[in-house]
């Protein structure tokens, strides 16, 4: 039996910017088309009039994520981007603002329920408010916890370090004794190609290349078969005779089998045995 859906297979984005652009007006701040998906940016004071028009006239209906961006060259460093799925269009669109540490971003708890626990992430890890979320408090962090992890400029070694103490029976936190230069952060990545010799490379000495190794020779093809294999015999199969025909009595003729009742005067196996539990047949059991 065919199971038909309403949502298409494959959602195609095309003409999906120009109707939502054209449907946001002035709360939009761009919109493009970047690896494959929608991506919508509008202005912060009005992201839940954005999302709300986005959900009920637009059938955008889940709200499935929201992440945060750190961009530390900004004037407004962050970008917090929410992701929205149509159930009925089976396509997805991407919304983002820009924030800072003093301009938080109005909730969207009103919206979507879910909404509360990734305001909480996207603080924890940020440090992005959120105006009106009614419970905006770490979510991954210890307590206490100073910093927001996931920024860019956030210390690679921490300046504490936590763990239990025998002495005291809990768990106690105690500073960590590293040089200032591992704390450094210059958003440079060594990968890409640093301006500066990093610490430890002017050692390096730069070996010549190996030198270039030969093909290896190609193998001939394999010779074309002419009479396909057949299992006539059983010797080709590595199978022998039944194993029944190789058993051998053992001398004195055959071992007595002991019978099931008992001899007179002798106590019955069978007495205080617990009553076995009838067996059932599986669910589903042809047999």
């Known amino acids: 039996m065919a199971i038909y859906h309403s949502a298409p297979k494959i959602a195609s984005n095309e003409g999906v910017k120009d109707t939502l652009s054209a449907a946001l007006g002035d709360m939009l701040v761009a919109a493009k088309e970047e690896h494959g998906e929608v991506v919508l940016s509008v202005q912060r004071y009005c992201i839940a009039d954005a999302l709300r028009l986005l959900r009920d006239s637009h059938d955008y209906q889940q709200l499935m994520e929201i992440a945060g961006v750190d961009y530390p060259e900004r004037a407004e460093r962050f970008e917090v981007v929410y992701m929205l799925l149509s ?15 003093d301009a938080p971003v109005p909730t969207v708890t009103t919206l979507w329920p879910n909404a509360g626990w990734l305001e909480r992430e996207v603080y924890d890890m940020f440090g992005v408010l959120f105006a009106g979320n009614p419970d905006l408090r770490r979510i991954l962090t210890d307590y206490g916890f100073q910093g927001h992890p996931f920024r860019k ?39 890409e190609g640093a301006d500066y010799v990093l610490p430890g490379d002017e050692k390096v ?6 030198p270039a190794s030969p093909p290896a020779p190609t193998p001939p093809p ?11 015999k059983s010797e080709h199969t ?26 007179p ?23």
């Open 87 to 101: 159930l009925t269009k089976n396509h997805r669109v991407m919304v983002k603002v820009d924030a800072a540490e």
């Open 222 to 232: 394999p010779a074309p078969v002419n009479t396909p294999k057949t299992t006539e």
């Open 153 to 191: 400029d956030f210390p690679l070694t921490g300046y504490v370090e936590l763990r239990y103490s025998e002495e005291d029976k809990r768990v106690v936190y105690e500073p960590v004794q590293l040089a200032q230069d591992l704390r450094q952060f210059d958003f440079m990545s060594p990968w």
């Open 265 to 287: 005067g002798a106590p019955d196996p069978t007495e205080n045995r617990p009553d076995r539990e009838p067996r059932t047949k599986p669910d589903g059991d042809g047999a």
């Open 205 to 210: 000495v730069a070996a010549p290349p190996p």
């Open 238 to 263: 590595g199978a022998g005779e039944p194993a029944n025909s190789l058993i051998v009595e053992p001398v004195g003729g055959p071992v007595p089998v002991e019978t099931s009742i008992p001899a």
